[in-house]
């Protein structure tokens, strides 16, 4: 009998653990449920307008469209959402986009438009490599981070708030000017 309680503790902390949302389609996150992990530009004919309850866990933020293809209104959920406690969203849930901003990732390019050489950062920068230092000239930034840029090393000089996608190509004080990066969650 103690080998059945340990294999469920640890199949439960397993499902816990997982960074995957729950849709469900009642209320209190009863009904019929399911984990998704990646966007859904058009849920299936059993889930779309059928969406009432969604478990998000910490660090994830869910993106919820009226539409198809991430048309219509749209409100953004960084924590449990019910439709009995949001009635305008009970059943008009139509695609759903996920971030997982847990572990933040920016991605950097040395031409503007995201074009040219690329890396992808997981932690903040106080010296750039030489292979990237003055030469980052666009910035992808994920839903939910904030990147600062600061024009020499260890976070020194002129710096910038960057809040969306950015390119230098439109802010031309900062091309081929940034030698230290730092970001974080909003």
Known sequence: M?????????LIT???NAQSVNIY????F???GANIDKNIPKLSASWNDRINSIYIPDGMIVK????????????VLSS????????SWQNKISS?????????????YTACDKNGESASLENDMSKLPSSW????????????????????????????????????????????NISSIKFYKK
């Open 64 to 75: 919820v469209f009226e539409h198809d293809n991430y048309g219509g209104k749209s409100k």
């Open 133 to 176: 230092n003055d030469k980052i000239n666009s910035i992808k930034v994920p839903y939910g981070i904030i990147v600062v840029i600061y024009e020499h090393s260890n976070y020194g000089g002129k710096y910038k708030v960057i809040e969306r996608d950015w390119s230098s190509c439109n802010d031309l004080t900062w091309q081929n």
């Open 2 to 10: 103690k080998k059945i309680y340990i294999l469920y503790f640890l």
């Open 14 to 16: 397993t499902i816990c």
């Open 30 to 32: 009863n009904g019929e």
């Open 80 to 87: 449990n959402w019910d439709s009995c406690n949001d009635l």
């Open 96 to 108: 759903i986009q996920i971030f997982d901003t847990s572990k933040p990732r920016i991605g950097i």
């Open 25 to 28: 389609t009642v209320c209190q």
